[in-house]
C-alpha cells in the first residue's frame, strides 16, 4: 500500500486555479522531491495534505485513509510532520521548549495528570525533555536547546521547525524550502540531517526545493509543477534533461 496517494486533485482560490489535476503516489521510505518556478503551488498542495485547506476536487489517502476534510491537527496526529517556508516560530520561546510543546499532543496522563502534579506527569515529564534533547541532538542543536529562538541565525531556526515536525512520530515528513536562506555549508549540513533522518527514523520525505544540487542529490524521484499542473516526473537525471523543465525552471533560476 501507498504511504501517501492523491488522486486528481485540483484546488481553487477563488477564480485562481492553484492546483490542477494533481497525482501523486509515495511509496513507504522514499524521498521525494517537488520543484517549480515561484506561484506554481508547490506550498498549496503541502497546504492541502495537511488539511489548512481542503480540496475542490480530488482524493487524498494517507496509509490508505481518507483525509480529505480534516483538519491539520488531526492529520498531524496520523503521521503527517512538516515544516512551513515561512518559519512559524514563537520567538522568546526556548529551542527546546518548542519541541516539548509539539509533543504535548502525543502524551498520554490524560486530564487529571494535567492538573493536579502526579507522579506520572512528572515522569512523563522528563520523558518529554529527553526525548526533546535527543531530537535536537539528531539535528545538531542539542547545545542551543536552551536559547531562545530570537538571535539564532535562520539555518539554526530552521533545524528547531524540523526538529518541531519530527517530535510527532511523523511517518511523512513535508520539507517546505528548508534551506531557505542558509549558505552552501549550511546547505551540505542539512543534507547530511536529512540523510541521518531518512535511515535513522525510517522516514519517508517529501521535499519542496529551489536549490538543485540540494534536491537532485537527496531525491530519487522528483516532480516538476508549472501552473499548478505536473510538467514532468522522473530521476533527477531525466527532470534535469527535461525541455519543458528546462523552459519552465531551470533555464531561468540555475542555482548551485
Ligand atoms: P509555490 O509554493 O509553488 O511558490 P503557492 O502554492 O504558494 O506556490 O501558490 C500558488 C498560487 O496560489 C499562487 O498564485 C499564490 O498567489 C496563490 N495562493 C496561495 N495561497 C493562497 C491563498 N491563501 N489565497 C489566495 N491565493 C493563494
Ligand atoms: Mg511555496
Known amino acids: 500500500m501507498p504511504l501517501l496517494q492523491i488522486e486528481h486533485m485540483t484546488h481553487y482560490f477563488g477564480g485562481l486555479r492553484a492546483v490542477h489535476d494533481y497525482n501523486l503516489t509515495i511509496e513507504p521510505g522514499e524521498i521525494r522531491g517537488l520543484i517549480g518556478p515561484n506561484g506554481a503551488g508547490k506550498s498549496t498542495i503541502f497546504n492541502l495534505i495537511t488539511g489548512v485547506y481542503t480540496p475542490s476536487e480530488g482524493k487524498i489517502t494517507f496509509q490508505g485513509k481518507n483525509i480529505v476534510g480534516l483538519p491539520p491537527h488531526k492529520t498531524a496526529a496520523m503521521g503527517l510532520g ?15 521548549d518548542h519541541v516539548k510543546m509539539a509533543q504535548y499532543s502525543q502524551l498520554t496522563y490524560g486530564l487529571v495528570g494535567a492538573f493536579f502534579n502526579t507522579r ?3 515522569h512523563q515529564e522528563q520523558k518529554n525533555t529527553e526525548k526533546a534533547l535527543g531530537l535536537l541532538d539528531v539535528v545538531g542543536i542539542r547545545y542551543l536547546a536552551d536559547q531562545s529562538v530570537t538571535n539564532l541565525p535562520y539555518g539554526i531556526q530552521r533545524r ?5 515536525a ?7 515528513l513535508l520539507l517546505d524550502e528548508p534551506t531557505a536562506g542558509m549558505n552552501p555549508e549550511e546547505l551540505l549540513d542539512l543534507m547530511k540531517t536529512i540523510r541521518k533522518v531518512h535511515k535513522e527514523f525510517g522516514l519517508t520525505i517529501l521535499l519542496i526545493e529551489h536549490r538543485m544540487k540540494f534536491i537532485m542529490e537527496l531525491c530519487e524521484r522528483i516532480q516538476t509543477l508549472d501552473f499548478g499542473e505536473i510538467i514532468a516526473e522522473g530521476t533527477p537525471k531525466e527532470i534535469q534533461n527535461n525541455p519543458r523543465v528546462i523552459e519552465a525552471y531551470l533555464g531561468k533560476e540555475v542555482e548551485a
Do not use: C, D, G
Not at 512538516?82 to 527546546?96: A, D, E, G, K, P
Not at 528547531?160 to 518541531?164: G, H
Not at 519530527?166 to 511523512?172: E, H
Open 160 to 164: 528547531v521547525e524540523i526538529a518541531r
Open 82 to 96: 512538516r515544516t512551513f517556508q515561512n518559519l512559524r516560530l514563537w520567538r522568546h520561546m526556548s529551542v527546546l
Open 166 to 172: 519530527l517530535a510527532i512520530n511523523p511517518k511523512l
Open 120 to 122: 506520572n506527569r512528572t
